[in-house]
Protein backbone atom coordinates (compact mmCIF):
# COMPACT_ATOMS: atom_id res chain seq x y z
CA UNK A 1 0.00 0.00 0.00
CA UNK A 2 1.05 3.37 -0.53
CA UNK A 3 1.47 5.42 2.00
CA UNK A 4 2.95 8.70 3.25
CA UNK A 5 2.53 9.41 7.56
CA UNK A 6 3.93 12.69 8.82
CA UNK A 7 5.20 13.09 12.02
CA UNK A 8 6.49 15.96 14.09
CA UNK A 9 4.00 18.51 14.74
CA UNK A 10 3.01 20.18 18.16
CA UNK A 11 3.02 23.41 19.98
CA UNK A 12 5.83 25.73 19.43
CA UNK A 13 5.88 29.23 20.74
CA UNK A 14 6.77 32.01 18.02
CA UNK A 15 10.20 32.42 17.49
CA UNK A 16 11.10 28.65 17.75
CA UNK A 17 11.84 25.78 15.23
CA UNK A 18 10.25 22.40 14.45
CA UNK A 19 11.09 19.44 12.48
CA UNK A 20 8.80 17.86 10.33
CA UNK A 21 9.17 14.12 9.05
CA UNK A 22 7.63 12.41 6.64
CA UNK A 23 7.97 8.37 6.20
CA UNK A 24 7.34 7.09 2.83
CA UNK A 25 6.19 3.70 2.26
CA UNK A 26 5.03 1.21 -0.88
CA UNK A 27 6.53 3.25 -3.66
CA UNK A 28 9.89 3.72 -5.19
CA UNK A 29 11.05 6.70 -3.11
CA UNK A 30 14.13 7.99 -4.43
CA UNK A 31 12.14 8.48 -8.26
CA UNK A 32 9.91 11.13 -7.03
CA UNK A 33 9.78 14.48 -6.55
CA UNK A 34 8.45 15.13 -2.87
CA UNK A 35 6.05 18.28 -1.71
CA UNK A 36 5.06 19.92 1.77
CA UNK A 37 1.51 21.95 1.36
CA UNK A 38 -0.15 22.85 4.67
CA UNK A 39 -3.81 24.12 5.37
CA UNK A 40 -4.58 26.54 8.38
CA UNK A 41 -7.60 25.45 10.20
CA UNK A 42 -10.65 26.47 8.20
CA UNK A 43 -8.62 28.02 4.93
CA UNK A 44 -7.17 26.53 1.66
CA UNK A 45 -4.81 24.49 0.79
CA UNK A 46 -0.95 26.70 0.34
CA UNK A 47 2.48 24.82 -1.39
CA UNK A 48 5.20 24.85 0.63
CA UNK A 49 8.17 23.50 -0.54
CA UNK A 50 9.33 21.34 -3.58
CA UNK A 51 12.33 19.14 -3.72
CA UNK A 52 13.49 16.92 -7.03
CA UNK A 53 13.67 13.27 -6.19
CA UNK A 54 17.76 13.35 -6.12
CA UNK A 55 17.54 16.31 -3.50
CA UNK A 56 19.18 18.62 -6.32
CA UNK A 57 16.93 21.43 -6.69
CA UNK A 58 14.35 23.04 -3.98
CA UNK A 59 12.09 25.64 -4.29
CA UNK A 60 10.20 27.39 -1.32
CA UNK A 61 6.99 29.59 -1.19
CA UNK A 62 8.06 33.11 -0.42
CA UNK A 63 6.16 32.55 2.78
CA UNK A 64 8.36 30.38 3.89
CA UNK A 65 12.30 31.06 2.52
CA UNK A 66 14.88 31.83 4.38
CA UNK A 67 12.63 29.98 7.37
CA UNK A 68 12.51 26.53 6.30
CA UNK A 69 14.33 24.01 4.93
CA UNK A 70 12.84 21.05 3.05
CA UNK A 71 15.28 17.60 2.63
CA UNK A 72 15.20 14.20 1.96
CA UNK A 73 16.83 10.89 3.04
CA UNK A 74 16.52 8.36 0.42
CA UNK A 75 18.01 5.95 2.23
CA UNK A 76 15.36 6.20 5.03
CA UNK A 77 12.19 6.90 2.21
CA UNK A 78 12.00 9.87 4.44
CA UNK A 79 11.34 13.63 3.48
CA UNK A 80 11.72 16.49 6.32
CA UNK A 81 10.75 19.94 6.95
CA UNK A 82 13.03 21.64 9.64
CA UNK A 83 11.08 24.94 10.44
CA UNK A 84 12.83 27.89 12.19
CA UNK A 85 11.84 31.64 13.53
CA UNK A 86 8.36 30.07 13.23
CA UNK A 87 5.26 32.38 13.59
CA UNK A 88 1.92 32.45 14.27
CA UNK A 89 0.80 32.40 10.51
CA UNK A 90 2.98 29.34 9.99
CA UNK A 91 -0.29 27.33 12.31
CA UNK A 92 -1.23 24.72 9.90
CA UNK A 93 -2.06 21.35 9.12
CA UNK A 94 1.22 20.13 7.19
CA UNK A 95 0.53 17.75 4.65
CA UNK A 96 3.54 15.72 2.80
CA UNK A 97 2.23 14.79 -1.01
CA UNK A 98 3.64 13.49 -4.05
CA UNK A 99 2.33 12.88 -7.77
CA UNK A 100 2.98 9.88 -9.02
CA UNK A 101 1.46 10.03 -12.47
CA UNK A 102 1.93 13.94 -12.72
CA UNK A 103 5.06 14.89 -10.31
CA UNK A 104 3.42 18.26 -9.25
CA UNK A 105 -0.65 17.04 -9.75
CA UNK A 106 -0.52 15.34 -5.87
CA UNK A 107 -2.26 11.81 -6.15
CA UNK A 108 -0.64 10.59 -2.37
CA UNK A 109 -1.02 12.80 0.77
CA UNK A 110 -0.05 11.98 4.38
CA UNK A 111 -2.59 12.36 7.01
CA UNK A 112 -1.35 15.99 7.96
CA UNK A 113 0.54 17.00 11.24
CA UNK A 114 -0.45 19.83 12.94
CA UNK A 115 2.12 22.14 14.01
CA UNK A 116 0.19 25.43 16.32
CA UNK A 117 2.39 28.44 16.99
CA UNK A 118 1.30 30.03 19.94
CA UNK A 119 2.63 31.77 23.51
CA UNK B 1 2.25 34.37 -9.32
CA UNK B 2 -0.62 32.63 -10.85
CA UNK B 3 -3.51 33.21 -9.00
CA UNK B 4 -6.44 30.43 -8.93
CA UNK B 5 -10.11 32.18 -8.74
CA UNK B 6 -12.59 29.55 -7.81
CA UNK B 7 -16.27 30.25 -7.52
CA UNK B 8 -19.08 29.96 -6.02
CA UNK B 9 -17.64 29.65 -3.01
CA UNK B 10 -20.29 27.54 -1.28
CA UNK B 11 -22.77 25.54 -4.03
CA UNK B 12 -25.87 24.25 -2.38
CA UNK B 13 -27.42 21.38 -4.17
CA UNK B 14 -29.88 18.41 -3.93
CA UNK B 15 -28.57 14.74 -3.70
CA UNK B 16 -29.52 13.91 -7.26
CA UNK B 17 -28.60 17.44 -8.80
CA UNK B 18 -25.89 18.48 -11.39
CA UNK B 19 -23.25 20.71 -9.65
CA UNK B 20 -21.43 22.96 -11.44
CA UNK B 21 -17.97 24.45 -9.91
CA UNK B 22 -15.79 26.87 -11.75
CA UNK B 23 -12.35 27.68 -11.55
CA UNK B 24 -10.12 30.43 -13.72
CA UNK B 25 -6.32 31.25 -13.77
CA UNK B 26 -5.17 34.81 -14.21
CA UNK B 27 -2.99 33.37 -16.86
CA UNK B 28 -2.72 30.64 -19.48
CA UNK B 29 -2.18 27.21 -17.07
CA UNK B 30 -2.47 25.00 -20.64
CA UNK B 31 -4.46 22.05 -19.64
CA UNK B 32 -2.16 21.94 -16.11
CA UNK B 33 -5.00 21.84 -14.05
CA UNK B 34 -5.83 19.57 -11.15
CA UNK B 35 -8.79 19.34 -9.27
CA UNK B 36 -9.10 17.66 -5.36
CA UNK B 37 -11.64 16.52 -3.31
CA UNK B 38 -11.16 17.17 0.52
CA UNK B 39 -13.57 16.00 3.21
CA UNK B 40 -13.81 17.04 7.07
CA UNK B 41 -10.82 15.70 8.88
CA UNK B 42 -8.91 14.10 6.34
CA UNK B 43 -6.19 14.78 4.01
CA UNK B 44 -7.45 15.93 -0.03
CA UNK B 45 -7.89 13.36 -2.42
CA UNK B 46 -6.38 13.82 -6.69
CA UNK B 47 -9.80 13.86 -8.49
CA UNK B 48 -9.23 15.04 -11.97
CA UNK B 49 -5.69 15.93 -13.61
CA UNK B 50 -4.47 17.39 -17.03
CA UNK B 51 -7.68 19.50 -16.51
CA UNK B 52 -10.04 16.23 -17.40
CA UNK B 53 -8.17 12.87 -16.89
CA UNK B 54 -10.10 11.39 -13.76
CA UNK B 55 -8.06 9.98 -11.28
CA UNK B 56 -8.25 6.68 -10.18
CA UNK B 57 -11.19 5.88 -7.33
CA UNK B 58 -13.30 8.17 -8.89
CA UNK B 59 -16.58 7.51 -10.68
CA UNK B 60 -17.74 8.74 -14.34
CA UNK B 61 -19.98 11.36 -12.41
CA UNK B 62 -17.01 13.71 -12.31
CA UNK B 63 -15.77 15.10 -15.48
CA UNK B 64 -13.59 18.37 -15.49
CA UNK B 65 -13.04 20.70 -18.85
CA UNK B 66 -11.47 23.43 -19.86
CA UNK B 67 -8.13 24.57 -21.39
CA UNK B 68 -6.37 28.12 -20.97
CA UNK B 69 -7.80 30.26 -18.30
CA UNK B 70 -11.36 28.70 -17.36
CA UNK B 71 -12.14 25.42 -16.15
CA UNK B 72 -14.97 23.19 -14.94
CA UNK B 73 -15.31 20.47 -12.33
CA UNK B 74 -18.68 18.96 -13.28
CA UNK B 75 -20.27 16.66 -10.93
CA UNK B 76 -23.55 15.02 -13.16
CA UNK B 77 -25.98 13.67 -10.32
CA UNK B 78 -24.64 14.39 -7.05
CA UNK B 79 -24.47 11.52 -4.32
CA UNK B 80 -24.36 11.75 -0.67
CA UNK B 81 -20.55 10.64 -0.64
CA UNK B 82 -20.17 13.60 -3.14
CA UNK B 83 -20.40 16.62 -0.15
CA UNK B 84 -17.00 18.32 0.51
CA UNK B 85 -14.84 20.99 -0.80
CA UNK B 86 -13.06 21.12 -4.28
CA UNK B 87 -9.87 22.89 -5.08
CA UNK B 88 -8.23 23.07 -8.46
CA UNK B 89 -4.82 23.92 -8.50
CA UNK B 90 -2.76 25.03 -11.33
CA UNK B 91 1.42 23.42 -12.15
CA UNK B 92 1.84 24.95 -15.68
CA UNK B 93 4.41 27.94 -14.20
CA UNK B 94 5.69 27.06 -10.95
CA UNK B 95 6.91 27.81 -7.96
CA UNK B 96 4.43 28.58 -6.64
CA UNK B 97 1.99 25.51 -7.25
CA UNK B 98 -1.11 27.57 -6.53
CA UNK B 99 -4.64 26.65 -5.49
CA UNK B 100 -7.96 28.07 -5.85
CA UNK B 101 -9.68 29.10 -2.76
CA UNK B 102 -11.98 26.00 -2.76
CA UNK B 103 -15.91 25.31 -3.32
CA UNK B 104 -17.89 24.16 -0.54
CA UNK B 105 -20.70 21.90 -1.97
CA UNK B 106 -23.28 20.93 0.76
CA UNK B 107 -26.55 19.94 0.77
CA UNK B 108 -29.12 21.72 0.28
Known amino acids: EVQLVESGGGLVKPGGSLRLSCAAS????????MNWVRQAPGKGLEWVSSITNSGSYIDYADSVKGRFTISRDNAKNSLYLQMHSLRAEDTAVYYC????????????WGQGTMVTVSS | EIVMTQSPATLSVSPGERATLSCRASQSVNSNLAWYQQKPGQAPRLLIYGASTRATGFPARFSGSGSGTEFTLTISSLQSEDFAVYYCQQYNDWPPLTFGGGTKVEIK
Open chain 1, 26 to 33: GFTFNIYK
Open chain 1, 97 to 108: ASGLIVSVALDI
